[in-house]
């Protein structure tokens, strides 16, 4: 079955720091990829995605992701977070066939002043 | 737009009563989801409309009953509800098919007393 791991339930960085939130998924067919961001008592919002084509991709809010499938891996970053960035980051996985997407357990993200 | 529309932000109810969670989309979107949510968890999918067609029940208890009505509406029926049943409410939709992003609602709190 696919399966989604971010490793990290919990990280803290200061406020104009550099950020890196990690996500694996578990080999299967192509997979597509998201990122969501959570606040608190509010909807996922889709920060990005990739499909297919250069394995960096842009999202918004100044985030990027990158697919590596050796790696089976699709890492989030932000290259200075703010902090409105605070947040709960969930990494998602679909594939070709399947009606439903796999989530992650989700990263909190705290940010220090 | 993206915006999928939720109604009500809020709602508790009394074990003993019946209410309803209502979802719109204009989007366009042929698939509409249902998801609950746990504190510090990842949504969990309920149910799955494809086409206005049910197309994936997780083994929801049938004291929770969708309906949808037409293609932009999506409405989750509650009776019976327990105090367990508390949490967010969140509907999403698709273009369909799980390489599709899924744009969230807002969701509703629900709190069963």
């Known amino acids: 079955a696919q399966s989604v791991t971010q490793p990290d339930i919990h990280i803290t960085v200061s406020e104009g720091a550099s950020l890196e939130l990690r996500c694996n998924y578990s080999y299967g067919a192509t997979p597509y990829l998201f990122w969501y961001v959570q606040s608190p008592g509010q909807g996922l919002q889709l920060l990005l995605k990739y499909f297919s084509g250069d394995t960096l991709v842009q999202g918004i809010k100044g985030f990027e992701a990158e697919f590596k499938r050796s790696q089976s891996s699709f890492n989030l970053r932000k290259p200075s977070v703010h902090w409105s960035d605070a947040a709960e980051y969930f990494c998602?996985?679909?594939?070709?066939?399947?009606?439903?997407?796999?989530f992650g357990q989700g990263t909190r993200l705290t940010i220090n002043p | 737009d993206t915006e999928v529309t939720q109604t009500p932000k809020h709602l508790v109810m009394g074990m003993t009563n019946k209410k309803s969670l209502k979802c719109e989309q204009h989007m366009g979107h042929r698939a509409m989801y249902w998801y609950k949510q746990k504190a510090k968890k990842p949504p969990e999918l309920m149910f799955v409309?494809?086409?206005?067609?049910?197309?994936i029940n997780e083994s929801v208890p049938s004291r929770f009953s969708p309906e949808c009505p037409n293609s932009s509406l999506l409405n989750l029926h509650l009776h019976a509800l327990q105090p367990e049943d508390s949490a967010l409410y969140l509907c999403?939709?698709?273009?369909?098919?799980?390489?599709?992003?899924?744009?969230f609602g807002p969701g509703t709190r629900l709190t069963v007393t």
């Open positions: 998602a996985v679909g594939y070709q066939g399947a009606q439903k997407l796999v």
């Open positions: 409309y494809s086409y206005e067609k049910l197309s």
């Open positions: 999403a939709s698709s273009q369909g098919g799980g390489f599709y992003e899924q744009y």
